[in-house]
Protein backbone atom coordinates (compact mmCIF):
# COMPACT_ATOMS: atom_id res chain seq x y z
CA UNK A 1 0.00 0.00 0.00
CA UNK A 2 1.69 3.66 -1.45
CA UNK A 3 1.84 5.75 1.89
CA UNK A 4 2.34 9.54 1.68
CA UNK A 5 2.58 11.94 4.95
CA UNK A 6 2.99 15.32 4.54
CA UNK A 7 4.36 17.84 7.65
CA UNK A 8 5.45 21.37 8.47
CA UNK A 9 2.69 22.81 7.95
CA UNK A 10 1.69 25.62 10.38
CA UNK A 11 0.52 29.26 11.00
CA UNK A 12 2.72 32.00 9.73
CA UNK A 13 2.69 35.63 8.99
CA UNK A 14 2.90 37.06 5.24
CA UNK A 15 6.39 37.12 4.17
CA UNK A 16 7.47 34.04 6.35
CA UNK A 17 8.90 31.16 5.33
CA UNK A 18 7.83 27.53 5.89
CA UNK A 19 9.35 23.95 4.69
CA UNK A 20 6.71 20.85 4.53
CA UNK A 21 7.92 17.54 3.98
CA UNK A 22 6.48 14.70 2.72
CA UNK A 23 7.71 10.88 3.95
CA UNK A 24 6.58 8.25 1.69
CA UNK A 25 6.83 4.60 1.86
CA UNK A 26 8.69 2.31 0.15
CA UNK A 27 6.44 0.78 -1.60
CA UNK A 28 5.22 4.54 -2.84
CA UNK A 29 8.87 4.87 -4.32
CA UNK A 30 9.32 4.56 -7.89
CA UNK A 31 10.95 6.65 -10.54
CA UNK A 32 7.47 8.64 -11.19
CA UNK A 33 7.34 12.17 -10.70
CA UNK A 34 6.30 13.69 -7.56
CA UNK A 35 4.40 16.52 -6.87
CA UNK A 36 2.81 18.71 -4.56
CA UNK A 37 -0.90 20.15 -5.02
CA UNK A 38 -2.67 22.89 -2.74
CA UNK A 39 -6.59 23.25 -1.99
CA UNK A 40 -8.20 26.31 -0.62
CA UNK A 41 -11.37 26.63 1.11
CA UNK A 42 -14.14 26.85 -1.36
CA UNK A 43 -11.48 26.08 -4.33
CA UNK A 44 -10.31 23.45 -6.71
CA UNK A 45 -6.93 21.06 -6.01
CA UNK A 46 -4.24 23.35 -7.87
CA UNK A 47 -0.70 22.15 -8.88
CA UNK A 48 2.32 23.88 -7.09
CA UNK A 49 5.50 21.70 -8.04
CA UNK A 50 6.97 18.47 -9.35
CA UNK A 51 10.11 17.01 -9.61
CA UNK A 52 11.19 14.26 -11.41
CA UNK A 53 12.79 10.61 -9.69
CA UNK A 54 16.50 12.58 -9.64
CA UNK A 55 15.62 15.53 -8.68
CA UNK A 56 17.19 17.11 -11.75
CA UNK A 57 14.16 18.68 -13.49
CA UNK A 58 11.51 20.98 -11.75
CA UNK A 59 8.34 22.27 -12.50
CA UNK A 60 6.32 25.10 -11.11
CA UNK A 61 3.22 27.27 -11.25
CA UNK A 62 3.73 30.65 -11.72
CA UNK A 63 2.13 31.74 -9.13
CA UNK A 64 4.75 30.21 -6.61
CA UNK A 65 7.53 30.41 -9.38
CA UNK A 66 11.06 32.34 -7.26
CA UNK A 67 9.22 31.95 -4.30
CA UNK A 68 8.83 27.88 -3.95
CA UNK A 69 11.48 25.29 -4.44
CA UNK A 70 10.74 21.40 -4.67
CA UNK A 71 13.34 18.73 -3.90
CA UNK A 72 13.99 15.24 -2.89
CA UNK A 73 16.12 12.93 -0.61
CA UNK A 74 15.79 9.68 -2.30
CA UNK A 75 17.77 8.21 0.37
CA UNK A 76 15.26 9.50 3.29
CA UNK A 77 12.52 8.47 0.89
CA UNK A 78 11.50 11.83 1.21
CA UNK A 79 10.09 15.16 -0.74
CA UNK A 80 10.51 19.03 0.22
CA UNK A 81 8.48 22.24 -0.28
CA UNK A 82 10.51 25.36 0.84
CA UNK A 83 8.19 27.84 0.61
CA UNK A 84 9.25 31.95 0.92
CA UNK A 85 7.36 35.01 0.92
CA UNK A 86 4.33 33.56 1.59
CA UNK A 87 1.30 35.35 1.24
CA UNK A 88 -2.19 35.20 2.61
CA UNK A 89 -3.42 33.58 -0.81
CA UNK A 90 -0.80 30.86 -0.14
CA UNK A 91 -3.62 29.87 2.67
CA UNK A 92 -4.34 26.34 1.79
CA UNK A 93 -4.11 22.17 2.49
CA UNK A 94 -1.05 21.11 0.47
CA UNK A 95 -0.97 17.67 -0.73
CA UNK A 96 2.25 15.85 -1.98
CA UNK A 97 1.13 13.12 -4.11
CA UNK A 98 3.19 10.54 -6.75
CA UNK A 99 2.58 10.20 -10.58
CA UNK A 100 1.36 7.64 -12.80
CA UNK A 101 4.54 7.93 -14.72
CA UNK A 102 7.17 10.47 -15.44
CA UNK A 103 5.83 13.29 -16.92
CA UNK A 104 5.95 16.30 -14.70
CA UNK A 105 2.25 16.97 -15.04
CA UNK A 106 0.43 19.62 -13.50
CA UNK A 107 -2.96 17.50 -13.68
CA UNK A 108 -4.46 16.74 -10.28
CA UNK A 109 -5.48 12.97 -12.64
CA UNK A 110 -1.70 12.57 -13.38
CA UNK A 111 -1.17 11.60 -9.89
CA UNK A 112 -2.29 8.13 -8.39
CA UNK A 113 -1.29 8.12 -4.86
CA UNK A 114 -1.97 11.06 -2.25
CA UNK A 115 -1.21 11.94 1.31
CA UNK A 116 -3.52 13.69 3.77
CA UNK A 117 -2.48 16.93 3.61
CA UNK A 118 -0.69 19.27 5.28
CA UNK A 119 -3.06 23.01 6.71
CA UNK A 120 -0.75 26.33 5.68
CA UNK A 121 -2.08 29.40 7.22
CA UNK A 122 -0.95 33.14 5.74
CA UNK A 123 -1.89 35.97 7.81
CA UNK A 124 -1.61 39.23 6.78
Known amino acids: QAQLVESGGGLVQAGDSLSLSCAFS????????MGWFRQAPGKEREFVAAINWAGSISNYADSVKGRFTISRDNAKNTIYLKMGRLKPEDTAVYYC?????????????????WGQGTQVTVSS
Open 97 to 113: ARGSNVQLSTETAAYEF
Open 26 to 33: AQTFSINA
